[in-house]
């Protein structure tokens, strides 16, 4: 952290809003550097020209926090997930660490380490494994002295209590955020309650990331506040959530969807529904706001664009983009120029350019969840034997649906 | 150009697919490099290091061209569309260059320079004039060597003849590629009248880029194909749409579409899509196969993947790419292992999550083009006046259609 | 009611079927003989032809219920809604039972009469006003003896409880329908508090009609349910939907569609749907399932064939109808006759051949009922201030959603 | 034809506007009537009081004609469709007569006579034999004194020939009406060449009916129009076409759409629709303007209503309607109030409430017609083998797609 950057703790206790970077793996998917599927971050070691520039473009658009690319580089997912490279989930996270800082110290912003829920905790396995796993990652964010930490994406608020408690031994600020919409975590535990346990287990910050579209996601941050609240606790909210429209999502987010991951286009997110969002997580009380998979630079710029007011400053990137579509007045057509105004694009309903697609899906909804033996973790790819359950298993759930 | 690399009249008339690249404009502005509306590429010399690493991405994704990033580089451009720093055209190009020859050098690709429409036309200069423009930009290009020349991005045929008299005669093998569908260029002259004329200007290669979605470009370029055989002329074919799904445009293409260019999200092809339209296009028998605005580098590999069989090798991306999804056989739920097969994404038909928005929309459609008062250009933003007169326009097109 | 017929309480009683019928005036609007706005039913004296006719069909369909065409006719909606011919109330309520009975006569259906809100309760006439209108309209039906009586369409509670208390006192069986959904009556008191009313009023049937489409309707009725027999209570229960389409409704149901009421033809359920309805109706425990607006004979006829073998029959006009499509098997063309089977119908999802229209509308939602002086009703016609209030109320609306 | 009804001819003559009735097998079939497969009119003499009824509704919504219900009512029809009572075309043919004199002559209105497609041409029967089925049906239309005859719903312009060389014989006004779009009959035969050689045998009325919507069927009698022009003959146009909208039909029409004819609801044209279509045809030159499949009674009070001026009269049945909504102004609530005007109707896009339904369908296309064995037509209902075979071929068609 250099001398003139304020800590997090700092910010969020002087109310300034503190904008996040977007998903680094959907991102470096389309670029070429990450593998769907297995979807693990050997990148920062064997193409860190194309982190380092993916982490510039977010510190242009106004990212505040630079969070190290160690997404699922804990060593059981490595191993489990087809990585064949030799390297370590330590190599990979002192790269990305490295990577991380270098592009904070050109800017205003923090580095941040980062665990996730394993497919050991689906498994099965005990705290003390789970745990294990959590301090692995920990000891390589220490050494490379990150300024603040993130447990993030957990489906279970068990395994992300365990998480912050392995954290908060590092003295370091701990936010903590989960995977989970208004209905609550895969074993039905709400937001108030899941927000609640968390901070109880030494979370400062506490919300919720990716699975679901903005808007959906601030709405369970507020349940969240609502439940903190509740319990006469205190504490700082967080949201980093996609940048797809999932209205029809269940429980368990954008995974069930069909479309996912790779025909999750007509649900991106226009810039200008980024500005609704920065502006509802605002008002609900949010001030660390960020994304999550499917946000690129231009997003993340419209969420700073959109909270300028309040942050007393636009992003560097905004040097090369009019607000609310202003620089289209030098196009060369004049129906063009016409849509240089606000009223135009926040009122746009855009089409999808397929008529022979419907607007909603119908998703998946097996309702297994940790400790169901559809979930425990192989190394192996899927058997043809595991394929045809998996067929029978969707049939039945259309008949029924 | 590396010894080993061919040259591309020695590729297309062996045969071989050329794969070219994607738009930088749009895929640079989502990045925080370009700014829409003056759209101009002054990035090249402000931020190298963002149009190395996009150029980079391409070749991973199986692009045979670098096209130096020149879009809309003319002095008459710049000094139009509020580009306030002092950097000259020639800058911008030079920039280019060597960005796109030190990229093509890691790897088995060519360089080309292009030039595109110029305002100076739209204001009705003369032929002296406009053809000045284009030898001012063909002097940098033959000064720093590049392998082709691509004249790119013309609404009127008759500019893109000049353009193309320009260049040959430079000895370097000459593209030509117009903004035009299947109605034919702004004057109404159709595809196949348009490219016997720029055959006989002197182009080796003729075709569409930009305006219109993929299958409606290669069947443009199909028309523009049985023009060609019809006059008994002989000639190579090139094709580089856009990205966007577009069955509601009328003949001035996607920036009459109310989502240009900030909104377009939900018409986003996906991988999928791109594997139709590279099998379409290698079908209707054209060999130089790239993208325009919207392409993103998976989308590239995608078209590399495609054609894998034909190219005899698959693009260096795809180690990060499971072909038709297979990768997803090591994801952690077995219902999206289920995914994990070509069956399944070729034939789903993706939702856009929003279900207040239409799947068509309805163009603006004036009418106007090269000559018309309402076209002639000038440095100055628009003025009160012009908005009114353009309100005025939509109102007067909306009630007679 | 013919010796044969049985009476409403015996069928329920004993668990049987009761099939009603379908709304009249949208039918009859269409077919030429109510005016939309007033929506008063005259016809019964003016055309009765037509009226006879609707019953006609609707009993070949299946109905084991013939509704006197009654609804509106109280005098204060008559006066107040733009009828200028000198018919009473009570003449258009004697010939509509007069039609009913007819019908009813030639084969298996019982004669309802019905009385529904008054615009006297929104404009906060008292109890003693609002309970002698509903005595006229109950006088009438005394005097034609019709087999039972139904209050239906009550937007509030309250005053439904008025209509069955009057009701009650005739002695025949009183069915009671609010025009609510899941989120309970406009002043917000839940299904089940509200059925628990009705019965605790006097109900022996309980339920909801019109306003939502089939599965909010039954979604609602089970909430009913469930408040009646978690109170100790017994009852039955019926459900008369719209067969519209309503996923987008807010609290006050189809009335707030920007499509009401000339515009609901996309919306329209299939033959289809109505076999899902009836099904879930069914297993809901609901045993009077009929329609309201936008039902057709054809709809009817789909319910009754859906509950055939439940009813232990198939009803007269399926002599012109192959259950699942299966008289296409004698279409002229191969391609149809492969139409004729369950499958193919029950999974078609149908396109709208609107590819310029959303899927959803955003209901108007003001938030005002009983008591506002908006809701103050008048004899005149809106006057262009009164116009000027509702279009700032609707910019305001849409400003803050 | 009473004594003040003008006729056919005079009122086309003199540049009056004749409006036409709706199908009645699709209003039929959804009352309960007819059978859909077969679509058979033996109800004129089942059930007289349904088809009498459907006839006074057209009458009060301003159709100037009465078409005798006889579609279909060939005796190879009969025989080859299901039709199990011993009723023959003839008795149905003059039942259908009766019930349309008797209703003509409570207004304004013409009865007509009608022939359409014969399977036994379908099935390559010869000239002859075909023509021997009109004569037949003609002998029933002269006994009774129809005031003029229609030749429609052909697919080969030679069948329809062949009809209107019979019909033409009878000495009566003859009007020929071919079921097609701008691509032509199913043989090719562009709409200006059919209607050449309708005209040349002998028709003074042509135009098309049936399989595609309203403005698809108005372009092709406009290119009707100019090929009758261009060959420098005269005629008179008609058009009736289905109430469903239909873009995404190929040349065989709604047929081939999947969701014919079970699950055409979404497509339904509202009122206001009907108003663009009747403006349109006017403006087209087109003065006999009716309807086909789908029109319910309202929509043809819309046509009547959009050109009232031009008739010099309202429908009867607009006693019942107030135009472009006005009679909203007597609505309850205020925000439906608001809904009494042209320009909310005329904007509105109306909504599905269907989200997870596409927009378009992909219909069948396997583009075998007359004289193909698939299309030989027999008595039996389908069998496996036949079953088998179509959904090869529609497996076949979507592979290719």
Known sequence: MSPSTLSLETRLNAGEVVIGDGGFVFALEKRGYVKAG?????ATVTHPEAVRQLHREFLRAGSNVMQAFTFYASDDKLENRG??????????????????REVASEGDALVAGGVSQTPSYLSCKSETDVKAIFKKQLDVFMKKNVDFLIAEYFEHVEEAEWA?????TSGKP???????????DMHGVSPGECAVRLVKAGAQVVGVNCHFDPMT???????????????????HYM???????????????????????????????????????????????????????????????????ELATEKGKMPPGSDKHGMWGTALEMHTKPWVRARSRREYWEHLKPASGRPHCASLSTPEGWGVTKGHTDLL?????????????????QKKGKSTA
């Open 38 to 42: 297995p979807w693990t971050p050997e």
């Open 83 to 100: 990585q064949t490279l030799k390297i370590t989930g330590a190599q990979i996270n002192e790269a990305a660490c490295d990577l991380a």
């Open 164 to 168: 912050v408690q392995v954290l908060k």
């Open 174 to 184: 701990v936010a903590a955020s989960l995977a989970i919409g208004p209905e609550g």
């Open 217 to 235: 996601c601030v709405e369970a941050v507020k349940m969240m506040k609502a439940g903190v609240e509740k319990a006469g606790l205190k504490a």
């Open 239 to 305: 949201v980093q959530p996609l940048a797809f429209h999932t209205p029809d999502c269940n429980c368990q987010g954008f995974i069930d969807l069909p479309e996912f991951p790779f025909a999750l286009e007509p649900r991106i997110l226009t810039r200008w529904d980024m500005h609704k969002y920065a502006r509802e997580a605002y008002k609900v009380g949010i001030r660390f706001i960020g994304g999550c998979c499917g946000f690129e630079p231009y997003h993340i710029r419209a969420v700073a664009e």
């Open 377 to 393: 973790q192989h190394k192996e790819a899927t058997t043809t034997q595991e394929m045809q359950h998996v067929l029978q298993m």
